[in-house]
């Protein structure tokens, strides 16, 4: 299982590609930033994300897209570039038939470091052991990033439960309502 | 001057294609709105307002695209899909370089009606009478994208002398410090 994990963002939009199972070690395949000029146009920063996750998926070929959900709660300043990343992410992946999952932070801080209410050095370094990597990826974005796929790779088995059961629900109600 | 007016939404996006100049009467070239299931994945909605907008854009060719400026303050339950859709639109007239405006709803409103605080109805009544229109576009959103772009041929003229003195002011302090 691939997952790109996408941390949204303007200014940083961290990218982190993860392959694994759940129960297994996980190997990471790839880390980054995809950036954007502050004092650039909206529109033009859009087109330079949708490039460089274009890019990212051209060269990792994942199977999920993981992106973080975002919230209007907190953050207002800044929240209203994230979710305008975060569309431009779901878009590449949607347009080529990528499932796309959104995780909230703080699903992704439990599902690495147990805690939800984790800072971010306990994430960075839960993701440095968890993929065996010499040092803590940087920026930050790059290795929230990698959180995300790890927590897809992760829940994944339990989404797919919850799924199943779903349906199996419905289509019981379905075969007593007839 | 053609501007494609979005009023972003992720179940209903309205869209309108107004010609003119500042200052003479203006003609309604096109309006509709592009639907989104409200049941489907976020992904899937996207890629499908993608596909309307490019439709649009495709067959009306505008040389200008207003867009709808979100902000995080209100509605907080809709907010994040509007700058998600708003993000599309954006991206969809970026990406064929097509300059792209915000204005806010009361610099919308103001422009149509006098009043920054106008409701619905009176801007659709002005939409209506400014387009010489039989009746007002429904729904409100349809008459809100049509707003926008009467707002945009509007607000034109002073927007680029505002540029021009920006950009007169900036050669004038380059000339000095020479």
Known sequence: MRVLGVDPGLTRCGVGVVEGVAGRPLTMIGVGVVRTPADAE???RLVAIERGI????DEHRPEFVAVERVFSQHNVRTVMGTAQ?????????????????LHTPSEVKAAV??????DKAQVG????RLLRLAE????ADAADALALAICHIW????????????AQHASALKGRTR
């Open 155 to 166: 829940r994944a088995p339990a989404h797919n439960r919850l799924q199943q059961a779903v």
């Open 85 to 101: 990343a975060s569309a431009v992410a779901m878009l590449c992946a949607a347009r080529r038939g990528i499932p796309v999952a």
């Open 136 to 139: 803590p990826p940087r920026p």
């Open 125 to 128: 370094a839960m993701v440095t």
């Open 42 to 44: 909206l529109g033009h």
């Open 54 to 57: 274009e890019e990212w998926l």
């Open 113 to 118: 470091t147990g805690s939800g209410r984790a």
